[in-house]
Each structure stands twice: as structure tokens, then as C-alpha cells.
Nanobody, 118 residues
Framework: QVPFVESGGGLAQPGGSLRLSCAAS????????LGWERQAAGKERELVAG????????SYAPSVKGRFTISRDDAKRTVYLRMSSLEPEDAAVYYC???????????WGQGIQVTVSS
């Protein structure tokens, strides 16, 4: 069973917006902190955004702060990444992930492509 199904990627113009979604199954979603990572071609994977269990706190990489928003809906078992004011440098494969201090396993999505180009 695939732990995450990602959607919402694709092509956006510079300055445009996209919303990524990551729907989870097969684990106790509400007991996990969630995050989004990305990996651009030829670059190392980097953490983009994170949200705590319960959603009380979020964190962002400096490069996306003020432009990206992470959120979670535990009832829908889904984590979102709203991306605005997109820049060509945001083009990458984006991955959602889940980790918990209460559980032994971590989970990752399979990745979804985001392209930013005019």
C-alpha cells in the first residue's frame, strides 16, 4: 500500500500559484508531524516546510517563507502545500513526508513534479 498519493503538481508561470496535496493511508496520520521536501535537478533534497502534530506550528525554508503555506486536515488525512509567487528556482520534484516521536516508521510520498516556466 502506498502511504501517500500526491497531486496538484504541473506547470505554472513565474508569479503563479499551485497547491500540492498529499493524501495518506495505512498509518495513524494524526500522530505524525508532516513536511514537504523538494529536489531540483542536480541539487540535494531540501526541506521546504513542516507542520507539527495538531498543526499548531509551522516552519519554512528561508527561500520559500512568505510564499508557501503548509497545512493539514487530519479528518481528510491530507497535507497541503500552497505555493504562491512561484519562481523558476522553485521547479523541482516535491515530496511529502511524515515522522513521529510516537511511532517507529517514517513515510514518504513518491514525488510530484513542479515546473515553473513562461
Amino acid at each position: 500500500q502506498v502511504p501517500f498519493v500526491e497531486s496538484g503538481g504541473g506547470l505554472a508561470q513565474p508569479g503563479g500559484s499551485l497547491r500540492l496535496s498529499c493524501a495518506a493511508s495505512g498509518f495513524d496520520f494524526s500522530r505524525y508531524a508532516l513536511g514537504w521536501e523538494r529536489q531540483a535537478a542536480g541539487k540535494e533534497r531540501e526541506l521546504v516546510a513542516g507542520i507539527t502534530i495538531g498543526g499548531d506550528s509551522t516552519s519554512y525554508a528561508p527561500s520559500v517563507k512568505g510564499r508557501f503555506t503548509i497545512s493539514r486536515d487530519d479528518a481528510k488525512r491530507t497535507v497541503y502545500l500552497r505555493m504562491s509567487s512561484l519562481e523558476p528556482e522553485d521547479a523541482a520534484v516535491y515530496y511529502c513526508d511524515a515522522g513521529s516521536p510516537y511511532e517507529d516508521s517514517d513515510y514518504w510520498g513518491q514525488g510530484i513534479q513542479v515546473t515553473v516556466s513562461s
